[in-house]
């Protein structure tokens, strides 16, 4: 399956082509929604019991960030144009970028949740859970790790307050200090601040939106079960 840059590429059919010659199977690419489905069922294949429902699963990619809402299903999903790769592309150019161009890359987050939110109601939100590359290495970082072990990482439970703040050393460092950090890996260096400052928008906007429904958005899941485990139990039903 393609996600998010071929969906966007001019030159696709190039991709595709190029697939079908080298293994002889037809990729198929899929809709922003699926995917958010997709990401929605991998991450809450092992969330059952561990956690109170209804989950928001958000997957920060390169080119977009996916977010579902539901219980043991969606109900709601939606597919917003923003991820790590875009961002750093279009506004982070300094090292560590400057306080405009942060701005400019959080008015980008920060519109995109705006309509998401029209689609999902951010506010029936129990458990908030994050995955993919940002999100695990915000945590490794909020963990203080020696080494990225997924064992760890994996089904962490951090308070908003500890993610937020994983989130703003992060994307203000240079990035020979990113480097240098153990858990971090090297095609990530470049990209992880936006990851981050996507990150830290949609746990601010979750927690407000939860807390002006009546609740109390105190704690972040991570998880390493993502979309490549919603395209297995997919492909396994079939």
């Not at 908030?128 to 940002?134: F, R, Y």
């Amino acid at each position: 399956m393609a996600t998010s840059a071929t969906r966007d590429a001019q030159n696709r059919q190039e991709f595709v082509d190029g697939v079908r010659a080298a293994l002889g199977v037809q990729p198929e690419v899929i809709g922003g929604e699926e995917e958010a489905r997709l990401s929605f069922r991998g991450a809450t294949s092992v969330l059952a019991g561990r956690h109170p429902g209804p989950f928001l699963v958000v997957d920060i990619g390169g080119g977009s960030t996916e977010i579902a809402l539901g219980t043991t299903s969606p109900v709601a999903a939606v597919s917003m144009d923003v991820g790590c790769v875009r961002l750093t592309e279009r506004h982070l150019h300094d090292d560590p970028p400057t306080p405009e161009q942060i701005a400019a890359a959080s008015a980008d987050v920060v519109a995109g949740l705006a309509a998401a939110a029209a689609v999902v109601p951010f506010g029936r939100t129990a458990t908030l859970v994050g995955l993919a590359g940002s999100v695990t290495t915000v945590t490794a970082n909020a963990l203080d790790l020696d080494e990225y072990d997924p064992e760890l990482i994996d089904g962490a439970v951090l308070k908003a307050d500890q993610v937020l703040a994983s989130c703003r050393a992060l994307l203000t460092m240079t990035r020979k200090r990113r480097a240098r950090l153990p858990f971090m890996h090297p095609g990530r260096v470049d990209v992880i601040g936006a990851g981050a400052l996507i990150w830290s928008d949609v746990v601010a906007r979750v927690r407000a939106d939860v807390g002006a429904a009546g609740g109390d958005l105190r704690t972040v899941v991570t998880s390493e079960h993502d979309i490549l485990d919603g395209i297995t139990l997919s492909a396994a039903e079939r």
